[in-house]
């Protein structure tokens, strides 16, 4: 069966780095796009960036563009969310989700939680 296992969350200061991944089983991971979302509390799921099968092609929310950077690795199955110059409104409840958006398939998440 369709698994997307995150990991990588935590605490980080405002201004500081984390790296999300996403190890996905159960599918032919190099045949389909995929997608970072979130949820910050008391709201509803956002899409944040997507990248192309291939990992030729990715694309950014505004909200973050400039300061993440999604990437994969077909060889592994793995797909990852660099974080860099983290704000508080990053805050939420990260999903990997299979294909480009926010209404795919995806795991349980990995909460990010940016505070002085």
């Known amino acids: 069966q369709v698994q997307l296992v995150e990991s990588g969350g935590g605490l980080a200061q405002p201004g500081g780095s984390l790296r999300l991944s996403c190890v996905a089983s159960?599918?032919?991971?190099?045949?389909?796009?995929m997608s970072w979302a979130r949820q910050a509390p008391g709201k509803g799921l956002e899409w944040v960036s997507g990248?192309?099968?291939?990992?030729?092609?990715?694309y950014y929310a505004s909200f973050v563009e400039g300061r993440f950077t999604i990437s994969r690795d077909n060889a592994k199955n793995t797909l990852h969310l660099q974080m860099n110059s983290l704000k508080p409104e990053d805050t939420a409840l990260y999903y990997c989700?299979?294909?480009?958006?926010?209404?795919?398939?995806r795991g349980q998440g990995t909460q990010v939680t940016v505070s002085s």
């Open positions: 989700v299979r294909g480009y958006g926010s209404s795919g398939y």
């Open positions: 159960g599918f032919t991971f190099s045949d389909y796009d």
């Open positions: 990248i192309y099968s291939d990992g030729r092609v990715t």
